[in-house]
């Protein structure tokens, strides 16, 4: 093998090594998203949540319209009796009935919480797709050297 078939099979040997490690990095992105996805939900929920219960409080009017979906396909008429308490999810089989302000101080901590792992999710997002594009950029290189050696030019040659 001449020195020219050594460095061409040198070149495709990296080329495919970077391209493997965009594919794994593309898919630990896309995990990447989800999560960031995933906690702004939640963050939306929490607001929802923290907003009905401040309304909630604040109104003298006890009958109600209460949506049985999130994206409203249907309601029913309601009439709040007990608004001395709000049952709040503690962890995942945990309700707890506490008073509204204090089920407020519980989703405004959540908010706090689930902020901190969004600027962290977000920051880890930034990380990985700039180290996509880092890599992208090298393989690039590589696939336009491997081109420049196909057609006999030297690297920075004019046509």
Known sequence: MSGEQLDRAKIENIIRQLASQLNELQTYIEVAQ???AMIRQ??????????TISKINERKERNVIVALDRRGY??????????????ITLAREYVVAVPPNKALEILMNRNKD??????????????LLDLHAQI????????????????????????
């Open 34 to 36: 989800s999560r960031v």
């Open 42 to 51: 939640e963050i939306e929920e929490l607001r929802l949540s923290y907003e």
């Open 74 to 87: 249907a309601f029913v008429r309601a009439e709040l009796r007990d608004v001395d308490k709000v049952l």
């Open 114 to 127: 689930l902020s901190t792992a969004l600027r962290e999710a977000e920051a880890e997002l930034k990380k």
């Open 136 to 159: 992208r950029q090298k393989l690039e290189e590589y696939v336009a050297l491997l081109e420049q050696s196909s057609t006999g030019q030297a690297p920075g040659s004019a046509h």
